[in-house]
């Protein structure tokens, strides 16, 4: 079935740090990757996805790229934000959207000021 | 809009008891699903529904009943809450063409059995 690793927190950066959250993903054919954000006492919102190979999605500074070849999917930030702290989810579709997304254990980011 | 709404936001049963976490959306969306979060697990598929009269189970359906009578509402229902079933529920709902795989989640219910 298909599954999604993700490194497990709590990632700790000082504001304005660079950051890599590491997503992995096993699925058959060709799954659509998402990245949701969980602000605290909130439900998720979507970060940015992306569709086919080779695609990057990007939204507020975030991006990551479609490696099909590594089958990966690492969220990147430039320089982070303490606003930026919330748990990041790496997700995948790979059923057209009909039956739901399958997450990762999600990833909680701290950021220091 | 108020996208997907649930309520109630929290919630404490007790062992045995049974109940149902209301969830409706009016973006008009075909598909809707029911996921479960609990710490370090992720969220995890309950139930999911293509459209109205039509439901299927997802990953982990057991102890939980949904029904779909209209394309707006899918509540989910909790039979005989058990300790297992504490967990913070979220309601999802995505588009069945142009952006389908792209899912709008309500602000979730926290329920504790006891």
């Known amino acids: 079935g298909d599954s999604v690793t993700q490194m497990e927190g709590p990632v700790t950066l000082s504001e304005e740090a660079f950051l890599t959250i590491n997503c992995t993903y096993t699925?058959?054919?060709?799954?659509?990757l998402f990245w949701y954000v969980q602000y605290p006492g909130e439900g998720l919102q979507l970060l940015l996805k992306a569709t086919k190979a080779d695609d990057k999605g990007s939204n507020k500074g975030f991006e990551a790229t479609y490696r099909k070849e590594t089958t990966s999917f690492h969220l990147e930030k430039g320089s982070v934000q303490v606003s930026d702290s919330a748990v990041y989810f790496c997700?995948?579709?790979?059923?057209?959207?009909?039956?739901?997304?399958?997450f990762g254990k999600g990833t909680h980011l701290i950021i220091q000021p | 809009n108020a996208g997907v709404t649930q309520t109630p936001k929290f919630q404490v049963l007790k062992t045995g008891q049974s109940m149902t976490l209301q969830c409706a959306q009016d973006m008009n969306h075909e598909y809707m699903s029911w996921y479960r979060q609990d710490p370090g697990m992720g969220l995890r598929l309950i139930h999911y529904s293509v459209g109205a009269g039509i439901t299927d189970q997802g990953e982990v359906p057991n102890g939980y009943n949904v029904s779909r009578s209209t394309t707006e509402d899918f509540p989910l229902r909790l039979l005989s809450a058990a300790p297992s079933q504490t967990s913070v529920y979220f309601c999802?709902?995505?588009?069945?063409?142009?952006?389908?795989?792209?899912?709008?989640f309500g602000p979730g219910t926290r329920l504790l059995v006891l």
């Open positions: 699925a058959t054919g060709y799954p659509s």
């Open positions: 997700a995948l579709s790979s059923g057209g959207g009909a039956d739901g997304l399958t």
């Open positions: 999802a709902s995505s588009a069945s063409s142009g952006n389908q795989e792209t899912q709008y």
